[in-house]
């Protein structure tokens, strides 16, 4: 099964955007989908559901932090390698879904207000925005 498959069905499991994206990634970058899980619990619907930075975003930031941040013996370098990284990626997810921050990304819903999680559900947001966010983010990655 390939990736993108793989972060889908992780997402479609009740798994946030960002526990999605790492957890996908858990083997290659060495820690556990039990580690994934926990980290990125909670940087789902924009951290915690504020509508900041996409859940898909900052789980591809983590694993890029782990696959190119490890200091080694010149730990300025791979903060300069990870942030050309990280800025690469962050160029292409706004290219394909328009902004990196969640609210924007599911047409402004507010997800902690009392009605967001219904109009989430209602306007089909897992399907429309945010299972496509985790597998462009995968892509990217992948890419």
Sequence with gaps: MNKEKIGSNHFNSNKNCAQ???????????????????LAAGFGGGIAGNGSVCGAVTGAIMV????????????????????????EFLDEFKKLNKSINCRDIIHGIDLRSPDGPKKWTKQNMNEL???????????????
């Design 129 to 143: 925005a945010c299972t496509p966010a985790v597998i462009s983010a995968i892509k990217i990655i992948t890419e």
């Design 20 to 38: 999605s994206v790492l957890m996908t990634f858990a083997d290659e970058i060495g820690i556990s989908a039990e580690q994934a899980f926990s």
């Design 64 to 87: 890029l932090g782990l696959k190119y941040g490890q200091p080694g013996k010149d730990p300025d370098a791979a903060k300069v390698r990870t942030a050309e990284k990280v800025n």
